[in-house]
């Protein structure tokens, strides 16, 4: 597909940032045909360095909350303002997905980007530490990697030569992803469904000279890819439901 968007990030120094395969176009597609409105407050759930946080304020108009565990928000917040975008429009914060320090309703949309099957393999997780933070009638989208047929049982050794199983056991089917999120009892699910960017997103990835990077392309270069894809999955929050947190 083209990413008319995403063409504008794709410089050296911002393609520095992603931390796996281009979260950028990754978003763009994800976010083709969304329905959240401008000027949404919106969560970036696992918004690492903060590239995908300055593509939703730039690119869709959204209030966006920079959410990440493992990245400092100092920095981010120089990143940002880098970006031409003030501390209005954008906010870093230190937060861990499975205790998100957000007031309940907070959100008109949550977005994750390459980092959901990290915290969200749990079926409880939707209901018990996600929902609660978004308006009724809200909206969460998100892009997963995974495999375009789970193959847990018998891994192939393309994939070994990059991943061990522990890291692969990240990576799951869209049959997989249908079953966890369709067990949410406060969200219509919408979508899920295998993405097109895989080849193109891996290819800026393996681009990059970081130690991971370069470690990920002998699974691939091996024709580990035939095996890979990402998942895209929207849900919706149901109207005038109470907050569900399994207490």
């Given at each position: 597909?083209?990413?008319?968007?995403?063409?504008?990030?794709?410089?050296?120094?911002?393609?520095?940032?992603?931390?796996?395969p281009n979260p950028i176009k990754?978003?763009?597609?994800?976010?083709?045909?969304?329905?959240?409105?401008?000027?949404?407050?919106?969560?970036?759930?696992?918004?690492?360095?903060?590239?995908?946080?300055?593509?939703?304020?730039?690119?869709?108009?959204?209030?966006?909350?920079?959410?990440?565990?493992?990245?400092?928000?100092?920095?981010?917040?120089?990143?940002?303002?880098?970006?031409?975008?003030?501390?209005?429009?954008?906010?870093?914060?230190?937060?861990?997905?499975e205790n998100l320090p957000f007031?309940?309703?907070?959100?008109?949309?949550?977005?994750?980007?390459?980092?959901?099957?990290?915290?969200?393999?749990?079926?409880?997780?939707?209901?018990?530490?996600?929902?609660?933070?978004?308006?009724?009638?809200?909206?969460?989208?998100?892009?997963?990697?995974?495999?375009?047929?789970?193959?847990?049982?018998?891994?192939?050794?393309?994939?070994?030569?990059?991943?061990?199983?522990?890291?692969?056991?990240?990576?799951?089917?869209?049959?997989?992803?249908?079953?966890?999120?369709?067990?949410?009892?406060?969200?219509?699910?919408?979508?899920?469904?295998?993405?097109?960017?895989?080849?193109?997103?891996?290819?800026?990835?393996?681009?990059?000279?970081?130690?991971?990077?370069?470690?990920?392309?002998?699974?691939?270069?091996?024709?580990?890819?035939?095996?890979?894809?990402?998942?895209?999955?929207v849900l919706r929050k149901k109207?005038?439901?109470?907050?569900?947190?399994?207490?």
């Amino acid at each position: 597909m083209n990413y008319p968007l995403s063409e504008k990030y794709m410089t050296a120094e911002l393609m520095a940032k992603i931390m796996g395969p281009n979260p950028i176009k990754l978003e763009e597609e994800l976010l083709t045909g969304h329905r959240i409105p401008r000027g949404a407050t919106v969560c970036d759930l696992g918004s690492g360095q903060g590239l995908t946080s300055v593509f939703l304020a730039k690119e869709y108009g959204f209030k966006v909350y920079a959410a990440d565990l493992w990245s400092d928000p100092e920095k981010n917040r120089r990143f940002f303002s880098d970006m031409g975008l003030n501390g209005g429009q954008i906010i870093p914060v230190k937060a861990d997905a499975e205790n998100l320090p957000f007031e309940k309703g907070f959100f008109d949309a949550v977005v994750s980007t390459d980092s959901y099957n990290y915290f969200g393999r749990d079926p409880e997780y939707l209901d018990n530490r996600l929902l609660p933070f978004l308006k009724n009638g809200g909206f969460i989208y998100i892009a997963v990697p995974g495999m375009k047929k789970d193959l847990h049982n018998h891994l192939p050794p393309e994939l070994l030569l990059s991943w061990t199983p522990e890291q692969l056991d990240y990576l799951h089917d869209v049959s997989y992803w249908k079953d966890i999120v369709g067990r949410c009892r406060n969200a219509d699910v919408l979508e899920v469904a295998e993405m097109e960017s895989n080849d193109e997103v891996w290819a800026d990835w393996l681009r990059q000279e970081n130690e991971y990077a370069v470690g990920d392309r002998r699974a691939m270069e091996a024709g580990g890819g035939k095996y890979l894809n990402f998942v895209k999955i929207v849900l919706r929050k149901k109207e005038n439901e109470h907050e569900n947190t399994g207490h």
